[in-house]
């Protein structure tokens, strides 16, 4: 092979004879290099590509438009994007647009996919929707118009957008006069054919002919715009280019930046743009390297002009002249872009309406980026920025709408010119001068004497009054619009180191931030300030930390041994571990508020305490460049050791965010900062960035357990270390360690590991299926190679121990699945099908009394809280087993593997029964759990009452004022069978005995309950139908919301209700329709997480009276549960009933009656109060869900120590006061 490559290389010597051999040698070498990497690339990507196409096939992707959505209004609570803010604000919209559809077939459904299908994060925000087709904007301008509102204010109805593609129009004045400060510059605009679907939504056929229209108008370009068309390897489409670009073309493509990559992000999935990939996609690039198009990407034409140097006057130029080209060799053709007056050119992406144009500068500017003030310059400039690479910073428009293309350009040329400009004068001025400018400087001033970056708001006195926080985005500004006055009663408390409330909210009052990007827009100045504004803290808290309430604690683990197993046995996985904490020095303010003293003071004691724990001498302190207040450093580390440190870790930065400046994070930068490392990057410590200490332990290979023992050793040296010096770390018995940032609060701690996942992390899914394992997944890089880091999702509550546990455990499975998908091999998500149920807890293999109750600490689930109130319970319990088999710990499992933080996840009690037996066996788990989520123990003297299904005893309760308010009833009653165990444990057999009699029994119905039974698709259980429901079946059932899904939360994987799906599940439903006008529906789920789920909906439309729902909708049900018994009793079967205990179920919230009773109400008053939940709650009723417009749906929270009817009684006349009080 070396005799071979050096042959070519003398070869390619002799042809081209260079003037220079040995350069010349190299470069054929790094060529070589790069067509070696793209190919090994290309192999990944067609692979992922392959694998993307097989899920969409899978999920229904290839053909969007065949969506069919409900008649109600999705459920957006808990999604976070413009689509849903849009929607939660005016829900009639929905109403009104649902049923709509394009004159090319684009429903309403196609266009709110994406928003629909991914909830999103609360702080980042997507737009949430497409355009399908320019109709798009018509049919549907309500919703478009929403969104664009959120995006960029008021968007008129009878506006002009206009446009003026002539760069004569343009500023003649260049950006960099003084040269050397732009690296290069970039115009792009998005187009759209007129006659055809977009991207979304187009057919291959739409997309090829797309494509042939295209490359026609661009190969007819003549001059330096005259190039060739290249499709993406492995797109058949091109007749001249049937397999698509050779290895050398993309090689030279991406080196001018001009590749694009399949979509790999969930969002850009849903919406459609990734079908059949890669064909019909590819890139036209001119021959001079300075114009090229995308084909087929989000938009049918994203078209790019670029030039080095500065002159973007001239890049638009030729953009200008390629697009005045097109449109007319598209017009010959008989085709137009899409546009219209009003909104102007028309795209996939909201974002890009108007002029569809991005500009892009790429500068250095290394003393002005420097300043304090560079992020609030640029905002006030209008220029988005961001760092491209370790020296160069991108600065491009962010807005597109409401001026023209040319106005765009020229505002970008002259305010990237005034960057220029302030450049060049901080350049001018004498080195001493500069370094007073420069944002060190603010290192030697003291603090009262330093400049304040955001001085219209100030920090200390409180201002008056509160900004308009109206369309702030972030956590803080949510809490003080929900009550407003929290400002009024804490403007004028202070700490006792002088920390004000102003301080506090001061990021989240400056900083409006991003409507699709939420900061938590708060930090505490001191250890005083979560106690000092507690009324304002702990509803912050509770938003960030899954319903962390104010009666709750966070619980450390006191556990020394860890035995975690192995978690990538092959090694050719996990890259690297790293397990870090974030730690303040107690009695020193924390660094948003702290004084120059002070945090020279931190920097002494952090780095003598680091010190002392260095064993291996090889421990060095490195202060930041330029830092002079460590005395055997003055001037900071050097420029070798910033490099070093810069590659081998994240070396802290001056912030460049509004939100951190505002927080005071940039005070006296860089003093008193720096990084303590040991020489091979194993111990590395962060010193004064956002918090006094960031410490971590870092080891490469898979040995978790080992790396957390040697954190545990750091962590507790320190402490040591740091307690013989005078000074602990500040700690909370309620809120765990204290940090600046109200995020990081309890542990502190995070745990990660990095990991290549070139098979399993290209799956759109993968993201979701980390989410699932309780695990936050961050792409580590654009390219192919399929880097990722996993981490914990810590929230309060979380002990150290459990969350390297859970990590450790989350890991093994990624481990598995990659190692599948490497062999060819279908996966599922764990717990589903025949994988292993996910969690800590495996069935069989109980652990140590002392480590179950201390891993159980900060566990909120009811079942946690006895086993760690009485330990005696589970070592008295822990080897028992019921005569079926059931062992218990099944019925703690799910209590372990799932972590429950609190009201934003519902109280629940945790533990799951395995059969009719467990209730009895382990009673004195189930009694103490049981007594304190339904309010009653049932006894033998005291049993659960007599069943109670008679419908004449329900009664009737005013309901209405004047307008319905109770919009819908459904009852949902849970039956199990005798003689066969529950769902969590019960055989493949058992599971399909059960589908055979309930089938069975349901087929017997007369009458209005007369109906058919759909096995769901893929089930091969029931012999009428084989390969289960079809799709039109599924499609019909899934709009009438009858229909149930895989389980998807971890508690629900974790017990094992997942396990063989989807086999012998199914759904009954009666003749009843509510299309048939009768506002009533019922249906039997088979096998979802009971034996039998028999579910009656009832609506409060047409004759019916909101007093009489109830009443008809338990008729309904009692008439069904009846004939069933009957029909049970012909086979020699019943449902499962203890005299003690009632009706059995699996899950033992629903033990009694097995009777949920869920009523819709439209309260529109008393949902726009904070307390709504507290109402609710006190009436005995718990929210399950909430709608736009005022609705929610409130249920029974209890079902044992009362019958039925009284059940149905209760909670109706529980929503009659809640109906009367908000009419007030």
Request: contains cysteine.
């Amino acid at each position: 092979a070396a005799q071979r490559v050096l042959s070519q290389m003398v070869q390619q010597l002799m042809i081209k004879q260079p003037e220079d051999p040995l350069n010349f040698i190299a470069d054929l070498i790094a060529a070589q290099r790069s067509e070696a990497q793209v190919a090994t690339d290309r192999s990944m990507r067609i692979s992922k590509a392959t694998e993307l196409e097989k899920q969409q096939r899978a999920d229904g992707a290839q053909a969007p438009q065949g969506s069919v959505l409900s008649s109600r209004i999705p459920d957006f609570t808990g999604h976070f994007s413009l689509l849903a803010e849009a929607m939660k604000k005016t829900p009639s919209l929905y109403d009104e647009l649902h049923g709509k559809i394009t004159s090319r077939g684009v429903r309403f459904a196609d266009i709110i996919r994406p928003g629909v299908e991914n909830k999103g994060h609360r702080m980042i925000k997507s737009a949430g929707l497409v355009a399908g087709d320019a109709d798009c904007f018509t049919i549907f301008q309500g919703i478009f118009d929403a969104v664009l509102g959120l995006r960029y204010g008021q968007i008129s109805t009878c506006g002009h957008q206009p446009c003026c593609l002539d760069v004569a129009a343009v500023d003649p004045v260049g950006i960099d006069t003084a040269g050397g400060h732009v690296v290069s510059v970039n115009v792009r605009v998005s187009r759209n054919l007129e006659r055809f679907r977009f991207p979304p939504a187009c057919s291959q056929d739409e997309r090829r002919e797309v494509e042939r229209v295209l490359t026609s108008a661009l190969c007819d370009l003549d001059g330096e715009c005259q190039g060739n068309y290249y499709p993406l390897s492995g797109s058949t489409s091109f007749a001249t280019r049937p397999s698509g670009m050779t290895i050398a073309e993309e090689v030279e493509l991406e080196s001018h930046r001009a590749l694009f990559w399949e979509p790999d992000s969930a969002i850009a999935i849903s919406s459609g743009v990734g079908r059949e990939w890669p064909d019909a996609r590819g890139v036209f690039f001119a021959s001079s390297g300075r114009c090229w198009a995308w084909l087929n990407e989000e938009d049918h034409l994203r078209l790019f002009s670029s030039r080095s140097g500065s002159d973007l006057r001239a890049a638009f130029g030729q953009l200008c002249r390629v697009n005045s080209s097109l449109v007319q060799s598209l017009q010959q053709q008989g085709h137009t872009f899409a546009r219209n007056d009003r909104l102007g050119f028309l795209t996939t992406g909201p974002a890009n309406v108007g002029t569809g144009l991005c500009a892009t500068v790429f500068m250095r500017l290394p003393l002005l980026s420097a300043q304090p003030d560079f992020r609030s310059t640029c905002w006030r400039l209008c220029l988005q920025a961001h760092q491209s690479e370790i020296d160069i910073w991108a600065f491009s428009n962010s807005e597109r709408l409401g001026s023209s293309e040319a106005a765009q350009v020229s505002a970008i040329i002259a305010a990237c010119r005034e960057l220029v400009e302030l450049e060049v004068k901080l350049a001018s001025l004498p080195a001493g001068l500069r370094e007073e400018t420069h944002a060190c400087t603010h290192a030697h001033k003291e603090e009262e004497e330093e400049e304040d970056p955001y001085p219209e708001f100030l920090a200390d006195p409180c201002p008056e009054s509160l900004p308009d926080l109206e369309r702030h985005c972030s956590l803080a500004a949510e809490v003080l619009r929900r009550d407003p006055s929290l400002y009024s009663r804490l403007k004028n408390t202070k700490t006792k180191n002088g920390v004000t409330f102003a301080k506090v909210v001061k990021p989240g009052v400056v900083v409006k931030g991003h409507a699709m990007i939420k900061s938590m827009g708060a930090i505490a100045g001191d250890e005083e300030s979560y106690e000092a504004f507690a009324e304002f803290f702990d509803q912050l808290i509770c938003l960030s930390h899954s319903g962390f309430s104010q009666d709750m604690q966070h619980r450390a683990s006191r556990l020394v041994g860890l035995d975690l197993g192995g978690i990538d046995t092959s090694g050719s996985c996990v890259i690297t571990m790293n397990i870090e904490a974030s730690r303040n020095l107690q009695g020193i303010r924390l660094p948003p508020s702290c004084s120059l003293d002070e945090r020279r003071e931190v920097e002494r004691l952090c780095v003598q305490a680091l010190t002392a724990c260095g064993a291996s001498g090889d421990c060095q302190y490195y202060p930041l460049q330029t830092s002079n207040s460590w005395s055997p450093g003055p001037n900071g580390m050097t420029d070798e050791e910033a490099v070093w440190l810069s590659d081998a870790c994240s070396l802290p930065s001056y912030p460049s965010s509004g939100v951190s400046l505002a927080s005071g994070f940039g005070r006296h930068w860089p003093d008193a900062r720096g990084i303590f490392s040991s020489r091979n990057l194993d111990l590395v410590a962060s010193i004064n960035d956002e918090d006094h200490l960031l410490f971590s332990a870092r080891s490469s290979g898979s040995d978790l357990g080992a790396l957390f023992s040697r954190f545990r050793s750091l962590r507790d040296a320190l402490q040591t270390s740091l307690a013989e010096l005078g000074h602990r770390f500040m700690h909370s018995k309620r809120l765990g360690y204290l940090t600046s940032c109200p995020s990081k609060l309890g542990a502190g701690m995070r745990v990660s590991i990095r990991m290549r996942l070139p098979h399993l992390g290209a799956r759109r899914d993968f993201r979701h299926l980390c989410r699932m394992l309780q695990m936050d997944a961050r792409k580590c890089d654009a390219g192919a190679s399929g880097d990722w880091e996993l981490s914990s999702r810590s929230v309060l509550g979380m002990s150290e121990v459990y969350l390297v546990r859970l990590v450790a455990d989350g890991c093994r499975h990624i481990v598995q699945m990659e190692e599948a998908l490497r062999q060819g091999r279908l996966i599922v998500l764990p717990g589903l099908g025949s994988s292993p149920s996910p969690g800590l807890f495996q069935l069989g293999k109980p652990w140590p009394a002392h480590v179950l109750t201390e891993l159980l600490g900060g566990h909120r689930c009811i079942g946690a809280q006895v086993l760690h109130k009485d330990p005696t319970i589970y070592s008295t319990l822990q080897h028992q087993r019921t005569r079926s088999g059931v062992p218990f710990s099944l019925v703690v499992k799910g209590v372990v593997d799932v972590f429950s933080g609190g009201e934003a996840e519902g109280i629940h009690i945790g533990l799951v029964a395995g059969d009719a037996e467990c209730y009895d066996a382990f009673s004195s788990a189930f009694a103490p759990a049981l007594e304190a989520f339904h309010g009653v123990l049932p006894t033998s003297k005291s049993p659960h009452p007599a069943m109670a299904l008679n419908p004449r005893l329900v009664s009737d309760w005013p309901l209405d004022f004047g307008e319905q308010q109770v919009l819908s009833v459904r009852l949902r009653l849970a039956r199990s069978l005798v003689g066969l165990r529950l769902l969590p444990l019960c055989s493949l057999e058992e599971r399909r005995e059960v589908e055979r009699v309930l089938v069975g029994a349901l087929s017997d119905l007369t009458g209005t309950l007369r109906g058919e039974y759909y096995p769901l698709c893929a089930s091969s259980s029931h012999p009428s139908k084989p390969g289960g429901m079809s799709t039109d079946d599924e499609r019909r059932l899934r709009s009438s919301d009858v229909l149930f899904g895989e389980p998807r939360t971890p508690l629900k994987l974790s017990i094992g209700l997942g396990r063989d799906w989807p086999d012998a599940r199914g759904v009954f439903v009666s003749g009843g329709k509510e299309d048939q006008g009768t506002g009533s529906m019922l249906c039997a789920w088979i096998n979802e997480d009971e034996h039998l789920s028999l579910i009656v909906r009832q609506t409060g439309s047409g004759d019916i009276s909101s007093s009489g729902v109830a009443r008809r909708a338990f008729d309904q049900l009692c008439s069904a549960e009846h004939h069933l018994q009957a029909a049970l009793q012909q086979q020699g079967r019943g449902f499962a009933r203890s005299q003690r205990w009632g009706f059995i179920t699996a899950l033992p919230e629903r033990l009694g009656t097995g009777l949920s009773v869920s009523v819709r109400l439209k309260l529109p008053r008393l949902t726009a109060a904070p307390e709504i939940g507290n109402l609710c709650a006190a009436e005995g009723l718990q929210i399950t869900a909430r709608a736009p417009g005022g609705v929610i749906e409130v249920s029974n929270r209890v079902s044992l120590g009362v019958s039925e009817v009284e059940l149905v009684n209760l909670t109706m006349a529980a929503c009659a006061r809640l109906v009367a009080a908000d009419q007030g």
